[in-house]
């Protein structure tokens, strides 16, 4: 555990170590970094320079050390100082050297401006591996640690800083950055952003191609290929607004200004990123509405958990995925009601137990402080536990304070409190039984079995869940129909009485996937299902499908195979 300082804005003049990065963060404020960037679709290469505004805040400091990767060129390194004019402002080019450090990065150590990005973490697509199979398409996927082989930077989540860039394309290319303000030179073909809030470099963003957009409410609008646009907008169109002024009822003012979505090909490696005023999102996910609903909202709430106030080191992951897990169901439980939500969670749940049988409950990766070891990148942590083991601590935490408009209160407190900075979980914390002193003197902190410390350095599961009864009008049906299933022999006329096609598509998945950890079934039972279902199924949403092929695969169900191939043949593409 990482520990506070007393006042002040998070982590304050606290030393904090973060094992992932090669830098050294500590000894330098940076205040503002500029990009300049030309993309060159046909060597599939981005060059450019990058100028980074500092100051020393240890004392003596002698070198600077930034994290970069092997797939970065750097050419040339300068130093201009503040306040010396004329002929000699610029120092000649300072020396430099590129040290190993781990296997998905490097130590660039100074003791920017011009470099050479070759494909690393920056996804560069051909036109036959994106959606409209037309025109190449490149983006970038800063989380957790990618963003060193984008440009050199203190890759931590504990500093932020403002930047700016200047994209220059080919015609006929639309770029797009996580940033607050854009403007575009058709005649240059230049591109300019700016960000003019402090974010960590894992939420600078980009991506470029033949993408189009439509205002889908007075601060957001949805990006994507021509050929994805319209389903887009019409999945998504008047509900983003709604999701905002929910949130912004439950958590205070929405800081960035925008909320725009740009949805990308199958290609991109994970299912959404929060990059601040511009969500990428996997354009699979259309297919589902509410599994799109549950994400996009999940992304919005991040604006407050997570890009607002940000965990310090990747090993509390959980102060932004568990609370904004938290954030997303308290919008839902207002947008669209309590059995809704709790659905949701449970088939979550389900999923965060399923993941513990498979990896034991003293597996170290259970705890919401996990401990990195050196050279383990941060993405392959990412676990449920950050999600589902967190939001069950936060939904703790609601319940000490008996009434969840109270726990909304500290909630929007706290978020005023650390805006733009990051934190560790003691900050959390301590600012939580500052805000109850009726909780920090009946010492909830140190209630037996449930205390804070195990909360967070405990492996296992949670150690408790929050009530989910009132989703029993949606989770029931789902359970009495699995342990139809689970009968010997099962009743086909009781089976009959249920209809899937009537039902959520968070019912169906929930179904299939209790039906999955009850396998292996014997081939008479699946051929029941396969009569049942497998038609039916095939006409659903690919969360539903590849549910359904998971329970083939596990019990070898050979009439079924055939669908894996077309399933595969349509959702998987290169990289």
């Not at 609903?293 to 958990?305: K, P, Q, R, T």
Request: hydrophobic share 40%.
């Amino acid at each position: 555990l990482h520990k506070s300082c007393e006042g002040g804005q998070g982590l304050g003049q606290c030393r904090l170590v973060d094992i992932a990065s090669a830098s050294n963060f500590h000894c330098f404020k940076l205040r503002h970094f500029h990009l300049d960037l030309r993309l060159n679709f046909a060597v599939k290469e981005i060059t450019g320079w990058q100028v980074l505004e500092l100051v020393a805040i240890q004392p003596g400091v002698q070198t600077l050390v930034l994290d970069t990767h092997p797939s970065l060129l750097i050419q040339s390194i300068d130093c201009k100082v503040p306040g010396i004019t004329g002929a000699q402002d610029i120092s000649p080019s300072l020396i430099y050297r590129v040290d190993p450090f781990t296997d998905y990065g490097s130590s660039l150590n100074i003791s920017l401006p011009a470099y050479v990005i070759r494909p690393h973490r920056i996804w560069w697509l051909d036109a036959e591996l994106t959606c409209g199979q037309t025109r190449p398409l490149v983006f970038t996927q800063g989380h957790s640690v990618c963003n060193r082989s984008f440009f050199p930077c203190f890759d931590t989540p504990a500093v932020k800083s403002t930047y700016t860039a200047t994209v220059r394309v080919p015609e006929g290319v639309t770029v797009l950055m996580s940033a607050s303000r854009s403007a575009y030179s058709k005649q240059d073909r230049v591109f300019q952003f700016s960000m003019e809030y402090p974010v960590p470099a894992y939420l600078v963003a980009l991506v470029a191609g033949d993408l189009q957009h439509v205002d889908i409410g007075p601060r957001s609008r949805v990006w994507a290929e021509p050929c994805v646009l319209t389903c887009a907008v019409s999945k998504l169109g008047g509900s983003v607004e709604r999701w905002l002024n929910v949130a912004e009822d439950l958590f205070g003012p929405y800081v960035w200004g925008r909320y725009d979505i740009v949805f990308l090909p199958p290609s991109f490696p994970i299912v959404a990123m929060e990059n601040p005023c511009l969500t990428f999102i996997i354009s699979s996910i259309l297919e589902s509405r509410e599994f799109l609903l549950i994400d996009v909202i999940h992304e919005i709430a991040h604006g407050w958990f997570g890009n607002a106030v940000t965990n310090a080191t990747w090993e509390e992951m959980w102060l932004s995925e568990g609370l904004a897990t938290y954030a997303q169901r308290r919008i839902t439980t207002e947008a669209y009601g309590e059995a809704f939500t709790c659905l949701e969670t449970v088939f979550r749940l389900d999923a965060l137990h399923r993941q513990m049988r498979l990896l034991g409950d003293n597996n170290p990766v259970s705890k919401l402080q996990v401990k990195f070891e050196p050279g383990i990148n941060p993405s392959s942590l990412m676990n449920l536990f950050t999600y589902e083991k967190g939001f069950c601590f936060v939904s703790y935490l609601s319940q000490l304070c008996g009434n969840v408009k109270r726990f909304d209160s500290f909630l929007r407190a706290y978020i005023e409190q650390f805006k733009f900075s990051s934190v560790v979980a003691q900050d959390l914390l301590d600012f939580f039984l500052c805000f109850f002193p009726e909780l920090k003197e009946s010492c909830v902190a140190q209630r037996e079995g449930l205390e804070f410390e195990r909360w967070l350095n405990a492996c296992g599961p949670p150690l408790c869940e929050p009530d989910l009864s009132a989703g029993g009008v949606l989770t029931g049906p789902v359970q009495r129909l699995c342990d139809l299933w689970a009968s010997e022999p099962p009743d086909p006329e009781a089976i009959a009485n249920f209809n899937l096609s009537s039902w959520s598509t968070f019912q169906t998945v929930l179904f299939l996937d209790r039906l999955l950890d009850r396998s292996p079934l014997s081939h008479e039972v699946m051929g029941q299902l396969s009569r049942c279902y497998s038609a039916q199924l095939d006409e659903m949403n690919a969360e539903v499908r590849i549910r359904w092929l998971q329970i083939v695969v596990r019990n070898s169900f050979y009439p079924d195979l055939p669908r894996i191939r077309g399933f595969l043949h349509k959702h998987v593409s290169g990289d």
